[in-house]
């Protein structure tokens, strides 16, 4: 039986999440630019780190002959928690966001899909594209407050 929290986590949902975070807060240019960065980065970067480091699942995983560093389960579950706790702007939404974060930190290991250190440097990858998302979300805000600022700054005449 399917963990509700691996389901979730996967890159399809994670991604398909992003893409409609988006879209609702289409009227936040900030904030579809954070989901439009989060997932996308924390996905690639793991998929980069695949590419050079070959660990093998535990033995029970069903799939076994895929590369178990870093989780990528993990790191766009984490990414898509910490964009949305960022977004809402709402001081309950970081404890909900570890919550499930580690929901499926607990399900890759139990469902014997990864190593613990697997979950543990996929979160890092997840915190890593979230901060990255930040930071293209506040460089947009302020772009979007300088244009506000420069059509709006009353013109000064001077007397000579």
């Given at each position: 039986?399917?963990?509700?929290?691996?389901?979730?986590?996967?890159?399809?949902?994670?991604?398909?999440?992003?893409?409609?975070?988006?879209?609702?807060?289409?009227?936040?240019?900030?904030?579809?630019?954070?989901?439009?960065?989060?997932?996308?980065?924390?996905?690639?970067?793991?998929k980069i780190?695949?590419?050079?480091?070959?660990?093998?699942?535990?033995?029970?995983?069903?799939?076994?002959?895929?590369?178990?560093?870093?989780?990528?389960?993990?790191?766009?579950?984490?990414?898509?928690?910490?964009?949305?706790?960022?977004?809402?702007?709402?001081?309950?939404?970081?404890?909900?966001?570890?919550?499930?974060?580690?929901?499926?930190n607990i399900?890759?290991?139990?469902?014997?899909?990864?190593?613990?250190?697997?979950?543990?440097?996929?979160?890092?990858?997840?915190?890593?594209?979230?901060?990255?998302?930040?930071?293209?979300?506040?460089?947009?805000?302020?772009?979007?407050?300088?244009?506000?600022?420069?059509?709006?700054?009353?013109v000064h005449?001077?007397?000579?």
């Amino acid at each position: 039986m399917a963990h509700p929290f691996s389901t979730l986590a996967l890159p399809v949902f994670t991604l398909g999440g992003s893409l409609v975070s988006a879209l609702v807060l289409r009227h936040r240019r900030d904030e579809v630019a954070r989901f439009a960065v989060a997932v996308p980065v924390a996905l690639a970067a793991g998929k980069i780190i695949k590419q050079f480091v070959h660990a093998p699942r535990p033995l029970r995983s069903r799939h076994e002959k895929a590369d178990s560093f870093p989780s990528g389960h993990v790191g766009g579950a984490a990414a898509y928690a910490l964009a949305m706790a960022a977004a809402s702007r709402k001081p309950w939404a970081w404890p909900l966001a570890a919550a499930a974060i580690i929901g499926v930190n607990i399900s890759r290991v139990r469902k014997h899909e990864h190593w613990p250190t697997d979950v543990m440097v996929g979160d890092l990858i997840g915190i890593g594209g979230a901060i990255a998302a930040a930071l293209v979300a506040c460089a947009v805000r302020r772009r979007q407050h300088a244009r506000r600022v420069s059509v709006w700054a009353p013109v000064h005449h001077h007397k000579r």
